[in-house]
Nanobody
Framework: QVQLVESGGGLVQPGGSLRLSCAAS????????MSWIRQTPKKGLEWVAD????????SYLDSVKGRFTISRDNAKTMVYLDMSSLKPEDTGVYYC????????????WGQGIQVTVSS
């Protein structure tokens, strides 16, 4: 069973920081690129960031560049999203997702975790 379990969300003030973690299991973790996708009230479903299987290439949504960092630890089968300089518009449910080996789809999603940026 493929499982992706997010943790680390919560309430943070604008300008603050938060680290999201994703514990992956049930598959060959290092064979897959991984992504973070969020659901926000204003923009709906948005891809946020991804990282390749070897952790030597990353990409980001323009609005989070310079503020968010995606990383992974293949030995621990963990994915992280470090978020800083958070803005209210970053509020939403964040999903850890697995990319298919062929790169054409996100085939498994975690349950999602709430991030709320508010004073």
């Amino acid at each position: 069973q493929v499982q992706l379990v997010e943790s680390g969300g919560g309430l943070v003030q604008p300008g603050g920081s938060l680290r999201l973690s994703c514990a992956a299991s049930g598959f060959t973790f290092m064979s897959h690129a991984m992504s973070w996708i969020r659901q926000t009230p204003k923009k709906g479903l948005e891809w946020v960031a991804d990282i390749n299987s070897r952790a030597d290439d990353t990409s980001y949504l323009d609005s989070v560049k310079g503020r968010f960092t995606i990383s992974r630890d293949n030995a621990k089968t963990m994915v992280y999203l470090d978020m800083s300089s958070l803005k209210p518009e970053d509020t939403g449910v964040y999903y850890c997702t697995r990319c298919q080996v062929d790169g054409f789809a996100y085939d498994y999603w975690g349950q999602g975790i709430q991030v709320t940026v508010s004073s």
